[in-house]
């Protein structure tokens, strides 16, 4: 037989089965009582957080994680039947993220969000370079920003920590950053800042992508138990993602208390992680602890900010999250369980050691069974999903347009010099000033002004994160994870720029100012960063 023509049967052979032997797949994939296992998707009880759902912060921006595989092409995914309340709650799909513990591909699946206010969704892409792909993670834009500026890297921060006391216990410390303004960078100091219980702020930040660094100016976003719905990363068994009318409908979702409980952050994916990452071998990747002071050296976990902020009058609650985190690096059978069928192994199957501190309880199901019997939830209509069906097909053609325009770029548009495209807007975006039928964001902040007399630092290597935290310093960075209780605010302790920069005086009480009308109001900052991208 002719050589081609048995390749040609190798490759539909187990497509062309799949689909005689999974004829209703169709309808198994939607259909509520039947177990997941029994339809080739497998739920994680670990993994990658959606990066729309939980937005990461870099000192010093880096490319992308860089793997060998090609991602498979998207998948059709659909919504669950009912939603969260409001009118500002939106479906944004899932995508491709990497597996190290498989070398694979799994799904990131799609989420409810609440959309904060006046932002837009820009999806993140994997894209092919030399001999691999490399990822380009997603931001959160404002929505009234059509011109997109890529610049040139930023100088390595020089953030180290505020130099005068909080005010109160009420603010917290929000770091400085670069701002590009008149052709080149000035340093803006950080502030203390005055927190919300309902609110997060975003500090302003850049996000790399092929053509240049794009800046992200500061934002305030729900508290993540007001976000949304998060739904559970899925990994599908072999040939069923491509079966033909396959339509994965998520139905288990994430326990929101992992943002408290079981959180890691991995700097250079530029994803949150949540589940059981204790293990030494996921330090040595780059995936921290939360809490953790490498992950304050790298950045600025938001979050992790808003969780201590909430528990300011609770002296033993950091020791509490590391005592919880030492025992379950000490003892596997404690951990929160890698897969469902765990769960009552978890319960019921490791006897906890005597010499447990009491504050470190057992770890709990990360994922459950989505049940939204609760008045907060809607019935999407018909109308909805197909609108939410077309969105889709809008949001692919969205992400294969800014993947044009951020790759397919010559030399010379990189370098010292910034360069600008015309932003379309995104498909996924905020549909009232305020945030919906929800309560009113709070007014942005009164930031201080750059300072030009801060000399930038040369930038070390990209991954120099990583390489730099294996063998002997793995094991003293995850003593220090656990043996020294950090009440400091987030401060960048893995340098010593004191020898290139004096950090000028900080505003002390950086109150929120009033919202007005078009540019009356601004901050002098917020004029000057709108004259430096221009």
Known sequence: MNGGLIRYLRVWAVPVWLGLTLGAFPALAVQEDTPEAEKGVNVLA???IHEAFAETVAFDPEPGIFVSKAPPDPINEIPPEHKPEGED???????????????????????????????QWIPGYWFKRDKGFQWVSGYWARDKERDMEYLPEPPESVEVGPNVSAPSSEYTWIPGCWIWVNGRYAWRPGYWAAMRPDWVWMPAHYVWSPRGYIFVRGYWDFAVTHRGVLFAP???DFGVAVAHGFYFRPSFVIDLRVFSDCLFLRPRYHHYYFGDYYAPRYYRKGIFPWFSPHVRRHGYDPIY??????????????????????????HEAVRPPRRLHHAEKSEHGGKMSPSRSH??????????????GSSRFQLVSKKERMEINHRREQIRNYTHTRQKWETQVSPSTRGTKS?????????????????GNREKAPSRYQIPEPNSTVEPLQRRSPGYGERNHTGASESRDLDSEVRSPESAPQVNRGKDPSSHYRAPKSNPAAEPRQRSQGNRGRSNTERSESRGHR
């Open 359 to 372: 504050s470190a309880q057992m770890g709990f199901q990360t994922v459950k069974k989505s049940q939204p």
């Open 89 to 119: 709650v939106e479906w944004i799909p899932g995508y491709w993220a990497w597996d190290d513990d498989r070398n694979d591909f799994i799904w990131v699946s799609g989420i409810w969000r609440a959309i904060p206010p006046d932002r």
């Open 46 to 48: 670990t993994g990658p």
């Open 419 to 435: 360069n600008k495209v015309k932003l379309p807007e995104s498909p996924i975006s905020s549909k009232r000033p305020h945030g």
């Open 305 to 330: 900010a808003h969780q201590r902020w909430k528990h300011r009058h609770d002296r033993g609650w950091e020791n509490h999250v590391r005592a919880t985190y030492q025992a379950r690096r000490a």
């Open 234 to 236: 899925v990994f599908f």
